[in-house]
């Protein structure tokens, strides 16, 4: 076994943080998941700076924020952009992915996104990569690829998507216990992003008329109706995802791979399911940005025994992931990275003074799609529990998550939070300043 430990990244599609049971969850049940959130870190104020899959995956992947690799929807991560895959390579590390990419700005290709090519220059600098640039069919999920020299062509999974993906990793898992050489390995898979398909094991109990809603859902009967279906679905989902951890968990057990790997879990976005009336995500609200974020496997920490996994006032963002992971292995984080490094979290669960205030929330280019917000937008959450939203010269939203955790007050627009408004809009000038972005912040 390597003296260098591994990391292993989980990645969801959609899911809030609102879908775990230790979160609060009261539609599903994820025992294997709050058993990794308590072990280890509980993240409980992550968050998604720009809620849409592709730019959040360009940021995860270089530690660059979205304006810098990926501003928008069905944009191509810039292939010469260095990835965290390439830092793990350099430090001696195999590294190898696994399913949904969405990378790779195939909005102009003319063949179906689930089986358009990648080819291996824009594969991240894996050594190993198996995925598909884009597909919202569970159970018609396509992959090609590499493994090692040999290319890989294009062919089905025999199965449910998130299932058949797992069934992959574990293979890879087997194939590294005993080895030497650390590993750096990605699992990315699309549910619970619609549609809400779950296999029939896991539908069962899941039903609309189950669905407790949250506070911020309205009493409107087009809107609850519609939540009410996808939902039903959407927590199948989770729950079939939290089975399949459970396979890797035991997998990592049985291989003595678990005492050396970092587990990552984590989501891209979320999905607001018609909190305040919306649907999907592009919006700054709670249901589409906040997520969930487990750091939990290797060698508890005396945090950690003490059995409180619950990190709060911590609003690590997609920018952080990739040094944070570096940082657990004793790697050092190059200079392009403009994430922060939370590795001590592991050891102490205390933030350091250096860690920033806020997290930097972005929507650098609109989609237009249905069920979204049609203008571009720039915010903050801050470790004080206020969240700051603009849109182009105007306030936008401001809330105070300490006592209105479901957003229900907006007081963005109220003078009597003045000062709490200014001193908020000049930490996101900073922001906007400090990553060389540009937006029009308003003037009074």
């Known amino acids: 076994m390597s003296s260098k430990p591994n990391v292993l990244w989980i990645l969801t599609d959609q899911q809030r943080a609102e879908t775990l049971s230790i979160n609060g969850c009261q539609n599903a049940s994820t025992p294997v998941l709050d058993g990794l959130a308590r072990t280890g870190l509980n993240f409980t104020d992550a968050v998604s700076g720009f809620p849409l899959c592709c730019p959040y995956r360009g940021s995860l992947l270089t530690s660059r924020y979205p304006h810098h690799c990926v501003p928008g929807h069905e944009y191509r991560l810039p292939p010469e952009l260095p990835t965290v895959a390439h830092v793990f390579r350099e430090n001696g590390y195999d590294t190898f992915y696994l399913g949904k990419w969405h990378l790779d700005g195939a909005k102009e290709a003319q063949e179906r996104a689930a089986t358009h090519y990648i080819p291996r220059e824009r594969r991240g600098g894996f050594d190993s990569w198996l995925g598909y640039e884009n597909n919202n069919a569970q159970y018609d999920c396509w992959l090609h690829g590499h493994r090692g020299a040999e290319e890989i062509p294009l062919f089905r999974l025999p199965g449910y998507e998130t299932d058949s993906?797992?069934?992959?990793?574990?293979?890879?898992?087997?194939?590294?216990?005993?080895?030497?050489?650390?590993?750096?390995?990605?699992?990315?898979?699309?549910?619970?992003?619609?549609?809400?398909?779950?296999?029939?094991?896991?539908q069962k109990g899941h039903t609309?008329?189950?669905?407790?809603?949250?506070?911020?859902?309205?009493?409107?009967?087009?809107?609850?109706?519609?939540?009410?279906?996808?939902?039903?679905?959407?927590?199948?989902?989770?729950?079939?995802?939290?089975e399949n951890v459970g396979r890797i968990v035991d997998c990592l057990n049985e291989t003595g791979l678990m005492e050396h790997t970092h587990i990552f879990y984590f989501s891209d976005h979320g999905d607001m399911h018609g909190s305040h009336g919306q649907f999907r995500k592009t919006t700054p609200y709670q249901e589409a940005t906040h997520i969930p974020l487990i750091i939990s496997g290797e060698e508890r920490s005396p945090y950690n025994s003490r059995g409180v996994g619950n990190i709060p006032h911590v609003p690590v963002n997609h920018v952080d992931v990739a040094p944070t992971s570096l940082g657990l292995c004793g790697i050092p984080v190059p200079d392009w990275m403009e994430g922060t490094d939370y590795s001590a979290l592991r050891l102490t669960g205390k933030p350091r003074p250096e860690y920033p205030s806020s997290a930097y929330l972005q929507s650098v280019i609109p989609t237009h799609h249905g069920d979204s917000v049609n203008k571009p937008w720039r915010g903050i959450v801050t470790t004080d529990g206020y969240k700051y939203v603009c849109l182009p010269g105007m306030d936008w939203m401001l809330y105070d998550l300490n006592q209105d955790p479901y957003e229900q007050v907006n007081m963005a627009h109220n003078d009597l939070y003045k000062a709490l408004r200014l001193r908020l809009r000049e930490e996101l000038r900073r922001w906007?300043?400090?990553?060389?972005?540009?937006?029009p912040l308003p003037e009074n």
Not at 231 to 238: H, I, P, Q
Not at 432 to 439: A, C, N, Q, R, V
């Open 165 to 202: 993906l797992t069934d992959l990793l574990l293979e890879e898992l087997r194939n590294h216990a005993g080895k030497g050489q650390p590993f750096f390995g990605v699992l990315s898979i699309q549910p619970p992003h619609d549609p809400y398909v779950a296999p029939p094991r896991n």
């Open 208 to 242: 609309p008329a189950n669905i407790r809603f949250l506070p911020n859902v309205p009493q409107v009967s087009a809107i609850r109706e519609r939540a009410a279906q996808e939902l039903s679905g959407y927590y199948a989902m989770v729950e079939n995802i939290d």
């Open 432 to 439: 906007i300043e400090k990553t060389g972005d540009s937006f």
